[in-house]
């Protein structure tokens, strides 16, 4: 067993900057790097007195760079560099430099969104609301920060929720043009145009199947509402239905926003593998003009399958055995799938013989369950039919004899 113990001190670094960015209790720090292959990380020592440092920051990375943050402002700090490898050893500090941080200094000030975007131009409703932020700007143009100050605005368009701070809220209430202005001791920035404007309009939603069965009642949804911020009037709906015929709904006033609904019954005459389409307007009304809007729901209209059922048999018994005929017929528009047909034998008869078609699966009730296999002494038999055709028809029969 061979240990291998390090006790090599990395090489001691040089220290070749100390720079204030001006963000408030920042100082940058750089160094030459060394050229140890197993180096773990630096030290930062700092403090007040030179050559007395009374703190470290660990950089726990092979970077040469280093940002030290929350030193007090206008303090000149004493800094020096180590560097220390992944078995703990460390080299001596480094040559000394010191810098002073220092508050940002304002270059300017910008409003912006709750993004961080320059707000300029914009288009706003009546009632709509329009957040704002105020931010300071160095001269390398950093973000330093919000900034508290004034707010103004110029034009009648609305009100702000504040007039003083680092943010406030703009409502607007009459139509027309503005800016807003925020002042910091000698800055200021105004936001682009904003215009107020009434915003008229109404809306409608049709809802229902997408699929129907003929001959059947579909029901449609009409839902409705004033998307604007006007009281709308005379508000009517007019629904034409598949058929051409019409239903007309009278709403009456409709506030800003306000909305409702309305159903309406359809009984499907259209046959199947067709469509049918129904289609609502709404139209209100306004000092000055009118707003309208409408809409359409296309419904696909699918069959059902209606099996029939005829069975003939004699109507005097002549002979000792009799037979009895059955005739299926689909009578729908849709194909029926899996069609069973069972009939109960007459009592004291025993069977003699069942004729079915192609692909008919036939079983036989015996003792108290199905079996598949004739069985003379059967009380009931059961037809299984993959599958039955619009307007097809088919036969089955069977034979008994009297006990």
């Not at 019954?265 to 469509?275: G, H, L």
């Not at 598949?372 to 055709?389: D, H, L, Q, S």
């Amino acid at each position: 067993y061979t240990m291998t113990i390090d006790n090599i001190i990395p090489q001691t670094p040089t220290l070749t900057s100390v720079i204030n960015p001006a963000l408030d209790g920042k100082l940058d720090i750089s160094w030459g790097p060394g050229t140890d292959t197993n180096l773990a990380g630096y030290k930062i020592y700092y403090g007040t007195e030179s050559g007395n440092y009374i703190d470290f920051e660990d950089t726990g990375s092979a970077e040469t760079t280093y940002r030290l943050s929350g030193l007090t402002n206008d303090i000149c700090y004493y800094i020096a560099v180590s560097a220390y490898d992944k078995a703990g050893n460390e080299s001596d500090k480094s040559n000394e430099l010191s810098g002073t941080p220092t508050m940002p200094i304002l270059k300017t000030i910008r409003i912006e969104d709750e993004d961080g975007n320059e707000i300029g131009d914009v288009l706003i409703r009546i009632s709509g609301t329009l957040s704002l932020y105020l931010k300071g700007y160095n001269q390398d143009g950093i973000d330093i920060g919000y900034i508290n100050g004034t707010w103004s605005i110029s034009g009648e368009i609305g009100t702000l929720s504040t007039l003083s701070g680092t943010n406030t809220i703009f409502t607007s209430e009459n139509e027309g043009t503005g800016t807003i202005i925020a002042y910091y001791e000698a800055w200021t920035d105004t936001t682009g145009i904003i215009t107020v404007f009434i915003h008229r309009a109404i809306s409608i939603t049709k809802q229902g199947s997408e699929e129907a069965v003929t001959k059947s009642t579909i029901t449609y949804t009409l839902i409705y509402q004033n998307i604007g911020n006007i009281i709308l009037t005379d508000v009517v709906i007019e629904d034409t239905l598949p058929n051409g015929s019409t239903k007309t709904f009278t709403i009456g006033t409709l506030t800003p926003q306000e909305e409702g609904s309305k159903t309406i019954d359809y009984y499907i005459t259209e046959a199947a593998n067709s469509t049918i389409t129904n289609t609502a307007e709404i139209v209100g009304n306004f000092i000055g003009g009118t707003v309208s809007a409408s809409s359409s729901i296309t419904t696909s209209i699918i069959g059902i399958p209606r099996i029939t059922l005829k069975k003939e048999g004699p109507g005097v018994i002549k002979t000792e055995t009799i037979t009895y005929t059955i005739t299926y017929k689909n009578e729908g528009d849709k194909t029926a799938e899996n069609v069973v047909i069972i009939d109960v034998l007459p009592e004291n008869t025993k069977l003699q013989e069942v004729i079915s078609g192609e692909n008919i699966t036939v079983n036989y009730f015996v003792g108290g369950n199905w079996q598949e296999g004739f069985n003379e002494n059967a009380t009931k038999i059961r037809w299984m039919i993959p599958e039955v055709a619009p307007n097809q028809e088919g036969e089955i029969s069977f034979t008994v004899i009297v006990k």
